[in-house]
């Protein structure tokens, strides 16, 4: 499942994320960067664990994995997986004097900005990736922040389904 950033102007591989530990990330992430106009543009590009079981515990037998799935064993990977994203890119003090950041990708989790449709209380497992990243990133969702021009919560589906599991964000500048 690999992660790419595709783009108009040159795209500049900073470092892939996740090579250097396979056995800890499922998929991987890209840190990229394109120069628009003379400002540099900084591409966190990620796909995390797809499954509701932990790590651990997948292939392990149904009623481990179904035990792992009840205590929020994926939903607790992902996070796991988008700490160390933030942390190696936007949190890195190499970093710091990067201003501008897009930050995307295949979450496989829920964001607590649906929650009016979701239902499942702003501080729930199955948000815990997406509200990392809200909470340690300086981003904003940008569909939340931007899609709709008269500013009414909206919920657009990523999946066919009742959910947005497909995540982009930005920085303020």
């Known amino acids: 499942h690999p992660v790419t950033v595709t783009s108009k102007y040159p795209v500049t591989l900073v470092q892939k ?8 990330i499922w998929h991987g992430g890209i840190h990229a960067q394109v120069t628009v106009n003379g400002e540099t543009i900084n591409i966190v590009g990620y796909h995390t664990w797809p499954f509701g079981m932990s790590r651990e ?16 064993g994926g939903d607790d990977y992902r996070t796991f997986e988008t700490e ?5 890119t936007v949190k890195n003090p190499k970093y710091a004097d990067q201003k501008l950041w897009i930050i995307t990708g295949d979450t496989n989790c829920r ?24 909470k340690h990133s300086g981003c904003k969702d940008i569909t939340k922040t931007y899609y709709s021009p008269d500013k009414r919560d909206v919920m657009m589906s990523t999946t066919q389904h009742e959910a947005r599991i497909d995540i982009m964000y930005g920085s303020d500048e």
């Open 111 to 134: 964001s607590s900005l649906d929650d009016n449709y979701l239902g499942y209380g702003p501080e729930s497992p199955r948000y815990g990736s997406n509200n990392y990243v809200l």
């Open 17 to 24: 994320l996740g090579d250097k530990n396979p056995h800890e």
């Open 84 to 88: 160390y994203f933030i942390n190696s």
């Open 57 to 72: 515990t997948r292939g392990k037998g149904k009623d481990l994995e179904q035990k792992s799935q009840w205590a929020n």
